[in-house]
């Protein structure tokens, strides 16, 4: 199709419907979207990732990530699983009842 901007390389063939039309350069400050911005994840830094794809997002680019299993997270497991057991515990200090559900 036409419009896909591909980001990172394909290290094993896609299937063909995914396999869309060349690489295409990089909007510098223009407005005009792609109609879909494809993204290939694997092997990326999540966090790094994340920031760029919100940003897209933000400004109303349609995005399609393509193995996003296979981001790369940065730290050790044991200080990942930490971080999200204390998101866990958030709460409001008013009633617990309003809190943000998890």
């Given amino acids: 199709a036409q419009g896909t901007l591909w980001l990172g ?22 407005m005009s979207f792609a109609k879909q911005m494809v993204v290939d994840c694997r092997g990326h830094l999540l966090g790094r990732l994340a920031s760029i794809i919100a940003k897209e997002l933000l400004n109303g680019q349609q995005m399609v990530l393509l193995r996003a299993e296979d981001v790369n997270m940065s730290g050790s497991l044991y ?3 930490l971080k999200y057991a204390n998101f866990k515990r958030k709460k409001t200090n008013s009633n617990p009842r309003h809190g943000p559900f998890h």
């Fill in 9 to 30: 390389a394909a290290t094993r063939p896609l299937p063909t419907h995914a396999l869309a039309a060349p690489p295409l350069t990089p909007r510098l400050g223009a």
């Fill in 79 to 81: 200080r990942a699983k």
